[in-house]
């Protein structure tokens, strides 16, 4: 079992940045990929990043360019470092990992874009 825990959502004005963090602790060794999906009210959950064991990255286009995922393998976290936040951004963004048989979620932490 793996488990997840993310921090660092909040409030924050448009154009303003953000950093979301993932600990992760249990079977750390099973997981291949870490990432982070994004769920906004009344609609469905979105890929936003991901980046693999090896250390490389892939993100949505709606992000690319604003958004940088990377890992601090020592502490087994994940980040997600968010500018230039867009109203459109606000969700509750999920941190994940995936292993050959599971995939793994965390509880969710709110991010709101907002003036």
């Known amino acids: 079992q793996v488990q997840l825990v993310e921090s660092g959502g909040g409030l924050v004005q448009p154009g303003g940045s953000l950093r979301l963090s993932c600990a992760a602790s249990?079977?750390?060794?099973?997981?291949?990929?870490m990432g982070w999906y994004r769920q906004a009210p009344g609609k469905q959950r979105e890929w936003v990043a991901s980046?693999?064991?090896?250390?490389?990255?892939n993100y949505a286009e709606s992000v690319l360019g604003r958004f940088t995922i990377s890992r601090d393998n020592a502490k087994n976290t994940v980040y997600l470092q968010m500018n230039s936040l867009k109203p459109e951004d606000t969700a509750v963004y999920y941190c994940?990992?995936?292993?050959?048989?599971?995939?793994?979620w965390g509880q969710g932490t709110q991010v709101t874009v907002s003036s």
């Open positions: 994940d990992a995936r292993s050959v048989l599971r995939h793994y």
């Open positions: 980046i693999a064991n090896g250390g490389s990255t």
């Open positions: 249990g079977s750390i060794s099973s997981i291949n990929v």
